[in-house]
């Protein structure tokens, strides 16, 4: 049953808090053993000071990174065909493993030995991922989504925090740290499983999917596929361009404090600190932006935010200039470094606000029998993403270019990349300038929705007076049905687009104002199935006779699959629109009761 509380109200409940914990504890032990092994390469291992400590670092990073590309096709796959709580306690299982594995490579101080546990640990991390984000609506109602996704969204960041953070300290202990880490992530591994035994089961999607095994053919495959999605492939891209800028800041982090500021690690782990609390913030700001809807209005408010305080912290960086590296005391001493600190957590809150919705809407908008596989494809390109941070990085820094330029450019680059992706799917921006008008320009008040059925077959009349009302009223109609306008007259095409874009199908009946026959079956096959249909209707329109054809027909239609009709209007009192359900039309009756 949907929760009827907020967001964090998800973490108390079964369907969803076991499977939080598991996520967060495999994201903790993951970043707990990829810094540790990190700092033990460049400062305790025998390649430590040489010049074979960078390739072996660049090398850990490449090995973590590359099951993505080999397993990914592969993991969706079998997503797709088996219970996947079942598949999460095997791979939980799985990591347990790796973990004495990788005790052994501490024990035994083996640099190799570890770098093969830390390509394990990809691996399972790659077979994980596709369950992730496809096993979240199958446990949660759709009005649940943003707040389940920005739940995950912020957990995993502050897991990266805390396990980058322990991972450092941990190694850092001089007294027989191997074992501290050793202990620390067996110990993190098997509070992963245990809460993974408490994941509800649900039977898998697609159990007659044959698998196939060639990991660079599925590969190909699967991103191939990924084209035919649509609007969905596009939000896919936006997903990795997140990844790409988060990947160029976090990897960049550490050189911009030490050469642009003059400061030590101390100010390297408070910008980490900034920037993955600033995200969590910000998704978990998701659900009460979006009235705990899919609200694609706030794609584009989270993109201006990461362009407008990514441009910023180009002209915030002050050069500090002194013999010795500065300390986060007198960092934040200097008052123009508080500038830059807001602006690398507003940079983080806005790309929370930006990614949330993003994933939501991959979710909804995939057949459940596809939805692993759509985020297997979905985790490829974010891998290929980060990757190519490398890439851009290494060719402009070798132009001569600051790493303060080197953000500057990233943050002028999103501007191009998101006005590409919202050309090819307005809708993006027309649920923005929605978004805009029902929360910045007027109040919106919802009266007597509760006529309005949660379940089961209805039909939803509209009464609206202009294409704006329309958009406003389908932007505050959080249960899933198939809409339509239902019109005299054809709409201009720039008021069909801004309809498709909402996904509303604009239909105008023939000369006799009947419905058109394929439209009329259906829509009695949507509602003989339990669906809810909204048709739009103009007040003005002589259709709004309740004695006409109109009417007639809905009141066949309604005895015809025994279904409830419910008119909702939009009442205007500046700045307040009160957006009203009449009393229900039922079944044999034509009239209100």
């Known amino acids: 049953m949907p929760s009827s509380g907020g967001q964090l109200h998800l973490l108390g409940e079964r369907r969803f808090g076991p499977f939080f914990l598991t996520q967060f504890f495999g994201a903790f032990n993951d970043n707990v053993f990829k810094n540790a092994l990190i700092i033990l390469i460049a400062f305790q291992s025998s390649y430590s000071g040489s010049s074979y400590s960078n390739y072996i670092i660049n090398l850990a990073a490449l090995l973590f990174i590359l099951p993505f590309f080999l397993f990914s096709a592969t993991a969706g796959q079998i997503a797709d065909s088996f219970a996947k709580a079942d598949l999460i306690r095997k791979i939980k299982l799985g990591e347990i493993a790796i973990m004495l594995f990788a005790a052994v490579g501490f024990y035994l101080n083996s640099i190799p030995l570890l770098l093969v546990a830390l390509f394990f640990m990809g691996t399972q991390s790659s077979f994980f991922g596709p369950i992730k984000y496809s096993i979240i609506p199958e446990h949660l109602a759709q009005k649940e989504l943003i707040g389940g996704n920005a739940l995950v969204e912020s957990g995993t960041f502050m897991a990266i925090l805390l396990g980058t953070m322990l991972g450092g300290i941990l190694v850092s202990i001089t007294s027989d740290s191997r074992t501290l880490v050793s202990y620390t992530v067996i110990t993190l591994a098997g509070l992963g ?10 039977p898998p999607v697609a159990p007659l999917l044959k698998i196939r095994w060639n990991p660079v053919v599925e590969t190909y495959r699967n991103l191939s596929a990924l084209r035919k999605h649509g609007a969905v492939f596009f939000a896919i891209l936006g ?44 998704s978990l700001l998701c659900e009460r932006l979006s009235r705990r809807s899919i609200e694609l209005g706030l794609v584009p408010i ?66 459940p029998e596809r939805r692993a596989r759509v985020i297997a494809g979905n985790n490829i390109l974010n891998a290929i993403a980060m990757m190519g941070t490398s890439i851009y990085a290494i060719v402009l820094l070798g132009a001569g270019l600051t790493i303060p330029q080197l953000f500057l450019s990233v943050a002028l680059l999103n501007v191009v990349v998101a006005l590409s992706i919202y050309a090819v799917v307005p809708e993006f921006l027309i649920r923005f300038i929605v978004w805009t008008l029902t929360s910045v320009v007027y109040r919106v008040m919802r009266l007597n929705l509760e006529n309005v059925p949660v379940q089961g077959p209805a039909i939803i009349i509209f009464e609206h007076t202009s294409l704006v009302n329309t958009l406003i009223m389908r932007s ?101 629109l009160e957006i009203v359900a009449g009393k229900p039309i039922r079944p044999g009756s034509g009239n209100t009761e």
């Open 476 to 576: 505050h109609f959080h249960r899933d049905a198939r809409f339509m306008t239902y019109s005299e007259h054809s709409g201009s095409a720039i008021q069909n687009a801004f309809l498709k874009a909402a996904e509303i199908s604009p239909a105008v009946p023939d000369q006799q104002g009947t419905m058109v026959r394929d439209m009329h079956q259906q829509l009695v096959s949507d509602l003989q199935h339990g669906n809810a249909i909204g048709i739009f209707l103009e007040v003005d329109s002589s259709l709004k006779d309740p004695s006409g054809i109109f009417w007639q027909e809905i009141s066949q239609i309604l005895d015809q699959v025994s279904a409830t009709a419910v008119p909702v209007s939009l009442e205007r009192r500046w700045p307040i």
């Open 193 to 202: 499983y245990l809460s993974a035994l408490r994941i509800p089961s649900t």
């Open 239 to 282: 997903i990795s361009w997140f990844w790409f800028l988060g990947a160029t800041y976090i990897t960049q982090l550490p050189n911009f404090t030490r050469l642009a500021l003059g400061a030590n690690a101390q100010v390297v782990t408070f910008f980490l600190a900034l920037l993955c609390v600033g995200i969590g913030v910000g």
């Open 302 to 367: 989270g993109s201006i935010g990461l362009t407008l305080f990514g441009t910023d912290i180009f002209f915030a960086t002050a050069m500090h200039a002194a013999d010795e590296l500065i300390g986060l005391r007198e960092f934040l001493n200097i008052r123009s470094n508080w500038r830059l600190s807001a602006d690398i957590f507003l940079t983080g809150l806005f790309g929370g606000i930006y990614i949330v919705p993003l994933y939501a809407m991959v979710q909804a908008r995939t057949r």
